[in-house]
Structures are given as structure tokens and as C-alpha cells.
Nanobody
Framework: QVQLVESGGGLVQPGGSLRLSCAAS????????IGWFRQAPGKEREGVGC????????YYADSVKGRFTISRDNAKNTVNLQMNSLRPEDTAVYFC???????????????????WGQGTQVTVSS
């Protein structure tokens, strides 16, 4: 059974850091581009970034560029999202997502991803 599970969320002060993980079971992440998305209360889901499998390139939304970093740990079958210099506007539920078939390249739309984790809450507040 294909499953994605996010972890690592929590409460952090502005300027702090968190590291989210997306662990996969039922398939190998190596062959899949993995996207990270977030949704704040009352707002639409937005893309945070993506890591390709074909060349390992990463892509980020302008709002997080320079602060967030996506990486793979193929040995653990996980993808990580390192978040630094967090701001209150980063508060949201964060999701990782994968397509249903191996796809090496990233896409921005959440509609291009079929498997989603349950999400992990990130709250940035003093």
C-alpha cells in the first residue's frame, strides 16, 4: 500500500527552524519527483517546492526561496524540507505529494500529484 507520512512539524518562534520529513512506504521515492505544499487556514493550497528525481534539481516558491531547502535521503526513502528563518506567514499544514507513476520532473500544480500525506502542522509564533 502506497503511503506518505510527514513528520517534524511543531511550534517555533519567528526566525527559528524546523525540518520536515516525508517518509514513503509501498514505493521507492528515487523515481518520483516529490512536491511540498502547504495550506493555511482560510487560504488555498500553495506549492512550496519540489525535488526532481531525474537530476535532483529543486524548485521553490518565491516566498520561501533562500530559506527552505528540499533534499532526498534515498537510503531512508524520505524527502526532507529544511525550513529556516521562519516567519508567521509560514504557518500552515504542510503536505508532501507524489505522482501515481514514476515521473522524474517537477510540476507546480497539486493536480499533478496523486498520493498525499496527512500533513503536519507548522506554527510560527512568538
Amino acid at each position: 500500500q502506497v503511503q506518505l507520512v510527514e513528520s517534524g512539524g511543531g511550534l517555533v518562534q519567528p526566525g527559528g527552524s524546523l525540518r520536515l520529513s516525508c517518509a514513503a512506504s509501498g514505493f521507492t521515492l528515487d523515481y518520483y519527483a516529490i512536491g511540498w505544499f502547504r495550506q493555511a487556514p482560510g487560504k488555498e493550497r500553495e506549492g512550496v517546492g519540489c525535488i526532481s528525481s531525474s537530476d535532483g534539481r529543486t524548485y521553490y516558491a518565491d516566498s520561501v526561496k533562500g530559506r527552505f531547502t528540499i533534499s532526498r535521503d534515498n537510503a531512508k526513502n524520505t524527502v526532507n524540507l529544511q525550513m529556516n528563518s521562519l516567519r508567521p506567514e509560514d504557518t500552515a499544514v504542510y503536505f508532501c505529494a507524489a505522482p501515481s507513476r514514476p515521473r522524474g520532473w517537477c510540476t507546480r500544480s497539486g493536480d499533478d500529484y496523486d498520493y498525499w500525506g496527512q500533513g503536519t502542522q507548522v506554527t510560527v509564533s512568538s
